[in-house]
């Protein structure tokens, strides 16, 4: 069983940063992704970014070029860079571990709550 712990959250000006952190623990195999999702009201949940424990990252479309995804595979932490911020980023995010042999086990945390306004 895999815990997933959010942290960094919080209320931020248009155009500010903030970083996201997650911790995961538990059984972690060592092939696995870690990414962000993020869901406001009324609203399904998407994908943000993800990153491999090879490094290989994967960004929407909105986000390109304003957000980072890094992580310390020896410390299982995932971290999101938010740059120049909008009010559409306005949103819970929420940390996903997916790991196994076949990648058949995901894990969500508790969510983040970011709020982007003047």
């Known amino acids: 069983q895999v815990q997933v712990v959010e942290s960094g959250g919080g209320l931020v000006q248009p155009g500010g940063s903030l970083r996201l952190s997650c911790a995961a623990s538990?059984?972690?195999?060592?092939?696995?992704?870690m990414g962000w999702y993020r869901q406001a009201p009324g609203k399904q949940r998407e994908l943000v970014a993800d990153?491999?424990?090879?490094?290989?990252?994967n960004y929407a479309d909105s986000v390109k070029g304003r957000f980072t995804i890094s992580r310390d595979n020896a410390k299982n932490t995932v971290y999101l860079q938010m740059n120049s911020l909008k009010p559409e980023d306005t949103a819970v995010y929420y940390c996903?571990?997916?790991?196994?042999?076949?990648?058949?086990?995901?894990?969500w945390g508790q969510g983040t709550q970011v709020t982007v306004s003047s």
């Open positions: 996903r571990v997916v790991t196994g042999r076949a990648y058949e086990y995901s894990s």
């Open positions: 538990g059984r972690i195999f060592s092939a696995n992704v």
């Open positions: 990153i491999t424990s090879g490094g290989t990252t």
